[in-house]
DNA sequence: CATGAATGAGACTTCATTCAT
DNA sequence: CATGAATGAAGTCTCATTCAT
């Protein structure tokens, strides 16, 4: 069996990507990663630090798909149009539950900079991955933004729809 | 004094779109309401309830600031543009709270369809109000998505840089 | 059946007289008397209030016996006498737990002024109490500290044996 | 650098004095005395046996100070009297936290009789101080009482008024 | 239509202590 | 003798909702 530590951070993936922060308490946690409350509190100074952690975990972890993903393309006009299929496929395997980050922005209180700055920062990043590809600071942003509605969209309506539109804009500017 | 309704619904309005629903108690909204907490629950079933209620009046609200903002406006391009300088409108009076519908979305269980189906229907006439206005199907939607992107990115890096920035997009494609 | 509150504030009063304030959690509070945990807390807003109430509940009960058990004494000298029989009265009846008031002094943190000014205004009434039988000042606050001291000496070695010498110097001194 | 017990005495022995028992934890002392927490448990047996020692500690450190403080002093009377400057000084030293025997007298549960007899024998000590110097029991028992009161009540009004009130008391019985 | 007491189920957190390494 | 992960039990407090008046 893994350690303590193990099972709370992956039961947590799981919990946070399925039912949001708010709704995942920490005796649901502790109860399924079979844990003792006080073993939980030795690793994690708060639920907020624990957010911290999950929020690490899976930006490596969607990242390190997103990278996987892409990776057999050859072309950047290709690689960019298997981001938008990236987005189906975790669709697919995650039932629309959309975006860890923006979910979890919309469940804290404003203030809270800890957490914050923790998804400026992935989304900073994958702004950049998108500039990186595309070597151009307005294209890419145009690029990174139609990604951006597509997670969400397709969130809200249930339905891949707008990721293909998506798509098929992006097809046509990028020629 | 206004009826007990209209006070809890105003108060919901404000508590709501500040704090979001999660972090917005049944308490908080009948003591600023001054309300009886029996007396809440005569006209609103439940917390649900209310949360229906508060999103349709912010629809209203949200559609009606919008068409004022860019009434004044004759040619349809500067109607356009003007509908994304609405979101930094919005942005300064309300902090950069981004979109409530979108909020409450991340905030709720997935299978609350009572609600979901309200934030589809605001979002469904979003959509429409870019159609009506540009009545091409694939552009709209692609300014659409710049306008949510738009909102979402501003709440999330506190700025209005990206809002910018599909200005600029959308007017040089708009021409 | 008395109302929650009541029974909450009976079982209150034995238990931190008992028990003492750290010793005595909110769920045994609630289980004895049989009232669920919100309940408390509509009446309540913390322990911290609780003991504010408790305090001044004892000061009330503890004043009551106090005069009624001196009621009887005509003269001056016999009154003081009989609040040091009191001592002893109440530390058969109450096991030698000492004062409630600096029990508690002793358990909270210094800069808890909310129950401090409580305990500190019990005491400067109990000063005031010898000072308007005797109207000395100087005399007074003698005997109210050979009174003080009685109170914890008397707890500490669960004897009287020190009662009945502070008798013994207060009927000397009192001539 | 000093063993580990000598660390964990010395910390402990600054923490129950400024904060009390309760609020003192285990992990606070650890932390602050570097030492794991096994060691800890490797030198004291629990938390209580911790207590006796810092009891003892505490005890011979107070004794020391006193005897150093009055040791200047050449008659019986002043030396009395300089008991009570004694109080003053420590009240300045330790921010009127009072008498940490007695403090810990009220965080106990009453039936601790392992840390109870500690705390009886360090007055009973005390009250052997008064004796020696005045060799006469009423009396000598009148003074002890007069100081116990006068440590109780600085600590309670955060003030030394009655302290001072004390001295003058016994100078005028002390002729 | 108004009142506010009462509730069950949960929230998050900390305690002193033990144990395997 | 040192380490720190793991623990059971308990801590205080808040939620949306119901019910008797």
């Given at each position: 069996?893994?350690?303590p530590?193990?099972?709370?951070?992956?039961?947590t993936?799981?919990?946070f990507?399925?039912?949001?922060y708010?709704s995942t308490?920490?005796n649901?946690?502790?109860?399924?990663?079979?844990?003792?409350?006080?073993?939980?509190?030795?690793h994690?100074?708060?639920k907020?630090?624990?957010?911290?952690e999950?929020?690490?975990?899976?930006?490596?972890?969607w990242?390190g798909?997103?990278n996987h993903?892409i990776a057999?393309?050859k072309?950047?006009?290709?690689?960019?149009?298997?981001?938008f299929d990236f987005?189906?496929?975790m669709?697919?395997?995650?039932?629309f539950?959309?975006?860890?980050?923006?979910?979890?922005?919309s469940?804290?209180?404003?203030?809270?900079?800890k957490?914050?700055s923790?998804?400026?920062?992935?989304?900073?990043?994958?702004?950049?991955f998108f500039l990186e590809?595309?070597?151009?600071?307005?294209?890419?942003?145009?690029v990174?933004?139609l990604?951006e509605?597509?997670?969400?969209?397709?969130?809200?309506f249930?339905?891949?729809?707008?990721i293909?539109k998506?798509?098929?804009?992006?097809?046509?500017?990028?020629?």
């Amino acid at each position: 069996m893994k350690s303590p530590r193990e099972r709370i951070v992956e039961i947590t993936f799981e919990l946070f990507a399925k039912q949001g922060y708010n709704s995942t308490g920490i005796n649901q946690i502790i109860s399924e990663a079979e844990v003792a409350k006080a073993s939980f509190y030795q690793h994690f100074k708060s639920k907020e630090d624990l957010c911290v952690e999950f929020l690490k975990v899976r930006h490596e972890y969607w990242f390190g798909e997103l990278n996987h993903f892409i990776a057999k393309e050859k072309s950047l006009k290709s690689k960019i149009i298997n981001a938008f299929d990236f987005l189906v496929y975790m669709n697919e395997k995650e039932n629309f539950r959309g975006c860890s980050f923006l979910n979890i922005l919309s469940e804290i209180p404003m203030d809270n900079t800890k957490i914050l700055s923790v998804i400026q920062s992935h989304k900073a990043d994958l702004r950049n991955f998108f500039l990186e590809l595309l070597d151009d600071n307005e294209f890419s942003d145009h690029v990174y933004m139609l990604f951006e509605s597509s997670i969400i969209e397709s969130q809200l309506f249930k339905s891949n729809e707008l990721i293909e539109k998506s798509k098929k804009i992006v097809t046509n500017l990028i020629q």
